[in-house]
T-cell receptor
């Protein structure tokens, strides 16, 4: 089955710096890759997603890139702010069947003022 | 749009008792609902997938007799933790997918279960 690895597990940056989180997936047939932000005790919030027919997508300070050949996808946050501090999860959707999402282990991002 | 609710938001129960958690899609019909469990400082682990009117499909290692899932309608799925034990204490989150969205899942706010 699909396996998603996420790095780093923790990331500490200064306000205004950029943050990059990377994920790799194992099933080359996976076709949808969302990123979620989760604050303590809350539901995961979709912040950006990308489908397998697109290489890059941007939404204001957030961007996601996908390299299907290498089975990598990355989240880029520019001009980080303290309110960006949270746990970020990547996920990959397996095709067919019930469209399950397999999550990475998560990255705890701390943005220091 | 695309709002999912869960009830209760938190529950404390004694060891050996059963607890039911409800997941509702409020403004769309959920063809598929998913149940996840999240232990502190860990990722979301998929427990099972349910389609309306059919039996749930459980992930490997999840005991179907312990975690009973019923997807009775296009807006409601329930998870019953039977004979709960302290190790079942966790954050349980559901998500739902509509027939109109082949990709995105909409997450509920989660239920914090503590078994004493």
């Amino acid at each position: 089955g699909e396996n998603v690895e996420q790095h780093p597990s923790t990331l500490s940056v200064q306000e205004g710096d950029s943050a990059v989180i990377k994920c790799t997936y194992s099933d080359s047939a996976s076709n949808y890759f969302p990123w979620y932000k989760q604050e303590l005790g809350k539901r995961p919030q979709l912040i950006i997603d990308i489908r397998s027919n697109v290489g890059e997508k941007k939404d204001q300070r957030i961007a996601v890139t996908l390299n299907k050949t290498a089975k990598h996808f990355s989240l880029h946050i520019t001009e980080t702010q303290p309110e960006d501090s949270a746990v970020y999860f990547c996920a990959a959707k397996t095709p067919g069947g019930y469209n399950k999402l397999i999550f990475g282990a998560g990255t705890r991002l701390a943005v220091h003022p | 749009g695309a709002v999912v609710s869960q009830h209760p938001s938190w529950v404390i129960c004694k060891s050996g008792t059963s607890v039911k958690i409800e997941c509702r899609s409020l403004d769309f019909q959920a063809t598929t609902m998913f149940w996840y469990r999240q232990f502190p400082k860990q990722s979301l682990m998929l427990m099972a997938t349910s389609n309306e009117g059919s039996k749930a499909t459980y992930e490997q290692g999840v005991e179907k007799d312990k975690f009973l899932i019923n997807h009775a309608s296009l807006t409601l799925s329930t998870l019953t933790v039977t004979s709960a034990h302290p190790e079942d204490s966790s954050f349980y989150i559901c998500s739902a997918k509509s027939r109109d969205s082949p990709y995105e899942q909409y997450f509920g706010p989660g239920t914090r279960l503590t078994v004493t």
